[in-house]
């Protein structure tokens, strides 16, 4: 059973940064990639960033240059870095992997994790 764990949450003051990790266990089939999604109050969840195993990363407008994914393979671990964040950055944060070489993937989400901008 493939289980994504995340951590590094929680509150920071306009301006600061935080770290997001997850860890994704229970399958010994290929990655794809993984990445990070949020979700704020009555908005849809929209993405954040991935990165596939080889390396290739994807940013949405609102956080490029402000934050940066990295992945470490042996692990199965992603990470997000984010810097300069602000109000808008408040939201649940969502890990996310897809399995497999080609579509359809296998998709799995993380159960989420709070992030609050505010002073």
């Known amino acids: 059973q493939v289980q994504l764990v995340e951590s590094g949450g929680g509150l920071v003051q306009p301006g600061g940064s935080l770290r997001l990790s997850c860890t994704a266990t229970?399958?010994?089939?290929?990655?794809?990639?993984m990445g990070w999604y949020r979700q704020a109050p009555g908005k849809q969840r929209e993405l954040v960033a991935t990165?596939?195993?080889?390396?290739?990363?994807n940013y949405s407008n609102s956080v490029k240059g402000r934050f940066i994914i990295s992945g470490d393979n042996a692990k199965n671990t992603v990470y997000l870095q984010m810097n300069s964040l602000n109000s808008e950055d408040t939201a649940v944060y969502y890990c996310?992997?897809?399995?497999?070489?080609?579509?359809?993937?296998?998709?799995?989400w993380g159960q989420g994790t709070q992030v609050t901008v505010s002073s």
């Open positions: 996310n992997v897809r399995y497999g070489y080609f579509p359809p993937y296998q998709v799995y």
């Open positions: 229970g399958s010994n089939d290929e990655i794809h990639d």
């Open positions: 990165i596939t195993r080889d390396g290739g990363e």
